[in-house]
């Protein structure tokens, strides 16, 4: 039992729970009952029928007054009113309480009033009035109670003579009949016996402070709380008691009562091992025996809930009774019959106790009192024990369905809700999700629940372990909450089961003239896996130097052969093989397949070999050399360094003739070689040996075929046909010199501008003018390769702040004669930014151009569709028709810094 763990104000019983309750029964339902040989009266309100519910009791004196009962009139008048963990309520009355009704000391009447309310504030309470009279014919000399909030004794009137005690305690008796004597007439008082001095009150004031004192025809009654202030904790053969001395007087004309009310109730006499409740206590309590030298047992008996045990129940039952001649043990396993299992939660755990209500009565004859009855209560509950339940897994791999068992639980204990993945679901919503969640009841009355999953539910993870296995795991918390208190507590299980019935992902591959391919071909296990590109994830958005294609059963993935995702395996002085690296990793990053395609290339865009002598070699860092540097390459000549160096690559420019460059003869051509070296700090033998050679042609026959023919009268005819476009890049604003075929690669650093000039030739209509649509800037000569920077936008200037293009106006001169077939545009050099770096290196530039025609209206299409900004139209008809075509620049190279680069170039030529 948990005495007072239920009190409230008033004495408010709440239990909470789902029970119903009814107007009609419940009544009928309170079950009165006499204890005689405890002097109590018991009334008990069954939780069925109470839960949920708020409960008053207030006692009814003779005269059918009502007083309300809370916890300090309980303990002054001798109530008792306790709620057990299941809420059950318990009321238990004094037969000689305040308000008991008594004849003759034999026949008891206590009446009860009970007020029962579904809210706090009780002002729906429904009101019974209960009735009950016991008999207790066998009073000994002196009795003491111990109950569960109070100590209680009571001692005949006529006993003992007051000469004896003056005789025998002189100490005491000595100062208290001096005050007895002196006293008024009718005037009751207490004497407290502390260990220092006395403290005497009158009734009246010993009352107003909480002690209940009362007699009938024939004894006198002390009731005391257990911490009452003039009570005293004394240590008896190592059970800590609470003691209160006390002598209690009346005096009326010529008599003198005088009466010691001395009580002794056990506070600490409870001991708990894992299995055993020991309960201990000593015969010999020295403050009940003052002036007593010889006492004999004449009864000890056990009971429990409130009833008397016999020697063949306590056997049953397993418990242990035993005394001797120092102390009387009572010894009760956990979870023995007469007591009960309750369910807790403490810190988010869940535990049991074990609580049972005991009773020892000792009685004994000593030759100062006669008969002594001394009857002890104890409400006791063991400690929390943290019980946490156990998870069975009886999946069957075959059937693909996870079987998972959790238990054992007390019937206080419910299951509410279940969190499968990220889903939380009441029981009743997850059977009908196609969870199965059941009961299992055991033959001792607990419970064991237990939940069936598919493996291919959809809060089911899938994983993929090892070979063909395919993991499924399932990650399950359950809920339960605990009642009456509603508390609630948490157990989560994972379960996995490896099934071989994994498909993995696979993949082709295949290479075109500007990129590398891979499709990949989904399996069951990779739902989750993320693609990954040298340690880059990929993504659907839309990217330059690669695109990637998911339409749920596959995906494609296509990567610029000029990205610097791909990596280098290996480079000679023709070809160049190329490796997409395709991961799949899980959400840990850990790689669970792999892809791969290497094709090879022609090396003519790292190799350059000019009309002028000049070698461009563009070096690249390969997988099997991952600590290079290639700002550390050399030549030959270890002095010839690049003119530019990134992470992944460097650029040599030099002259054939320079950095150790050999030339060597063979039939008709003639071959310059070089090698491009990596050395590790400390070593003279190379990490790295790039061999390089450019061929020329030393002796070749050109055949010219020609013939007289006499030419046809000039004409010029409109129509369609090839029309030659021509690109120059001019030295300057002026537009007065171009670099020449054999000055390519034009050098320029950044920020410094380009003057292109884009026109149409061998073209004598003047009605003809030529109109740029788009131009962008690539790495390579293929105007379709990625990456691409936007430089005109559908006849348009850029107008961003990195790269502004400016549009020239073109003028007849000596040179041009039909300025409609000329554009000139100027482009700021910048930064090439690529996957958040800066490229450097050659760049190319190309134009998409249109040609319109303003005698033909029928035939305006795209002529006067396409944005053409006023800066572009010099003299331009609404009435054209028109041709399109393409054109391109030669190499430029971009390096960083202007003066850096030319002593570089200067070193390298000389």
């Known amino acids: ?186 005037v009751w008082q207490v004497v407290f016996h502390l260990p220092s001095a006395k403290r005497a009150m009158l009734v009246s004031e010993a009352q107003s402070v909480g002690y209940g004192i009362n007699t009938t025809d024939s004894r006198i009654l002390l009731r005391a709380p257990f911490n009452a202030s003039e009570a005293q904790e004394t240590n008896v053969q190592g059970v800590t008691f609470s003691v209160l001395r006390s002598s209690t007087f009346y005096k009326q004309r010529w008599m003198i009562l005088l009466v010691d009310t001395a009580v002794a109730c056990p506070v600490d006499d409870i001991k708990f091992t894992m299995d055993t409740i020991i309960w201990s206590i000593p015969k010999n309590i020295g403050p009940l025996l003052i002036g007593a030298n010889d006492f004999n047992d004449v009864r000890v008996v056990m009971g429990v809930n409130l009833h008397e045990m016999t020697s063949a129940d306590i056997s049953k039952r397993n418990y242990v009774f035993s005394h001797d001649h120092v102390a009387i043990t009572i010894q009760i396993p956990v979870g023995a019959k007469g007591g009960y299992f309750k369910s807790h939660v403490r810190e988010g755990k869940h535990g049991i106790t074990y609580s049972i209500n005991v009773f020892l009565e000792h009685q004994w004859n000593d030759n100062r009192w006669g008969t002594t009855k001394h009857t002890i209560i104890k409400e006791i509950t063991t400690p929390f024990r943290h019980m946490p339940p156990i998870i069975n897994n009886n999946t069957i791999p075959s059937r693909k369905l996870f079987n998972v068992t959790i238990g054992t639980f007390l019937t206080d204990t419910k299951l509410v809700s279940l969190t499968i993945g990220s889903e939380t679901l009441t029981v009743t919503k997850a059977n009908k999700r196609g969870y199965n969640v059941s009961e299992m009841k055991h033959p001792n009355g607990s419970t064991s629940y237990i939940v069936t999953v598919p493996f291919d539910a959809p809060n089911v993870e899938k994983t993929y372990g090892t070979g063909i296995d395919r993991i499924y795991t399932l990650n399950i918390t359950f809920k339960f909450q605990v009642i009456p208190e509603n508390q609630g507590f948490t157990e989560t299980a994972v ?11 696979d993949a082709i591959g295949y290479c075109d003239k500007e990129h590398l391919s891979l499709m990949v071909t989904h399996g069951n ?293 039909f300025a409609n077939h000329v554009k000139r545009f100027e482009v700021k050099m910048f930064t090439f930014m690529h996957d958040a770096k800066a490229l450097s290196g050659k760049i190319y530039f190309h134009c998409s151009v249109v040609i319109c025609d303003g005698r033909d209206p029928s035939m305006d299409l795209l002529c006067t569709r396409i944005c053409i900004p006023d800066k572009q139209r010099f003299g331009r008809s609404t009435e054209m028709h028109y041709l399109s075509g393409h054109v391109s620049s030669g190499a430029i190279l971009l390096v960083v810094d202007g003066t850096e680069q030319n002593d570089r170039i200067t070193k390298s030529v000389d």
């Open 1 to 186: 039992m948990a005495g007072n763990l239920f009190f409230r104000l008033c004495f408010f019983i709440g239990v909470f729970a789902s029970e119903v309750w009814t107007r009609e029964v419940a009544p009928e339902l309170i079950t009165l009952e006499c204890v005689p040989t405890l002097s109590l009266a018991r009334i008990y309100l069954p939780a069925g029928y109470f839960l949920n519910k708020h409960v008053r009791f207030s006692a009814v004196d003779q005269h059918g007054r009502v007083h309300e009962i809370d916890r300090a009139v309980a303990t002054q008048c001798g109530y008792t009113i306790s709620s057990d963990f299941r809420g059950n309520i318990e009321f238990r009355a004094s037969l000689i309480s305040c308000y008991s009704q008594i004849v003759d000391d034999r026949n008891f009447t206590i009446m009860v009033q009970i007020d029962v309310a579904t809210t706090p504030d009780m002002k729906d309470a429904l009101s019974y009035l209960k009735s009950l009279s016991c008999s207790y014919f066998s009073w000994r000399p002196r009795e003491i109670l111990c109950e569960t909030n109070y100590m209680e004794v009571s001692v005949w009137r006529e006993i003992p003579q007051i000469q004896d005690f003056i005789q025998d305690e002189p100490d005491d008796w000595t100062e208290v009949f001096p005050e007895a004597v002196s006293g008024a007439a009718s």
């Open 495 to 505: 379960i996995s089961c490896p099934v071989p019935d994994a498909v993995l992902p």
């Open 525 to 817: 296990v990779d739902e989750d896996w993320l693609p990954f590109l040298s340690n880059i994830l990929l993504t659907t958005s839309r990217r330059s130097d690669y695109v990637l294609h998911d339409n749920g059963t596959h995906f494609l993935l296509q990567v610029s052969r000029h990205s610097s995702l791909l990596q280098y395996e290996s480079l000679q002085s023709s070809s160049i093989m190329i490796t997409l690296p395709l991961d799949m990793r899980d959400r840990s990053g850990i790689t669970k397949r792999d892809f791969s395609i290497s094709c090879s290339y022609s090396s003519k865009d790292l190799i350059e070999c000019l009309p002028n002598g000049t070698m461009i070699v563009t070096a690249v860092k390969l997988v099997g050399v991952p600590d290079m540097d290639p700002s550390q390459l050399v030549l030959r000549d270890k002095n010839c360094r690049p003119i530019l160096a990134t992470e992944d690559r460097a650029t040599f420019m030099f002259n054939v003739n320079s950095c150790g460059t050999v030339r060597k003869f063979k039939q008709t051509a003639m071959i310059y070689e070089n090698d491009v070296l990596y050395f590790r700090p400390g070593m003279t033998v190379p990490a790295y040996q790039l061999k390089v050679a450019c061929w020329y042609t030393t002796n070749e026959t050109i055949v010219v075929p020609y013939g007289v023919e006499n030419n046809p009268a000039p004409s010029v005819q409109p129509g369609f046909g090839p029309l030659d476009l021509f690109m120059r890049l001019y030295k300057d604003s002026t537009y007065s010199k171009f670099y020449e075929d054999a000055e390519y690669p034009v050098v320029r650093c950044l920020r410094e501008s380009l003057y292109f000039e884009v026109e149409l030739l061998r073209s004598e209509d003047p009605q003809l003018e030529l109109f740029l649509v788009d131009c962008w800037s690539t790495t390579s000569s293929d105007q379709r390769s990625s990456p691409q920077w936007d430089v005109v936008i559908n006849s348009c200037e850029n107008a961003e702040d990195t790269h502004e293009t400016i549009f020239h106006p073109v003028t007849n001169n000596s040179r041009i004669r």
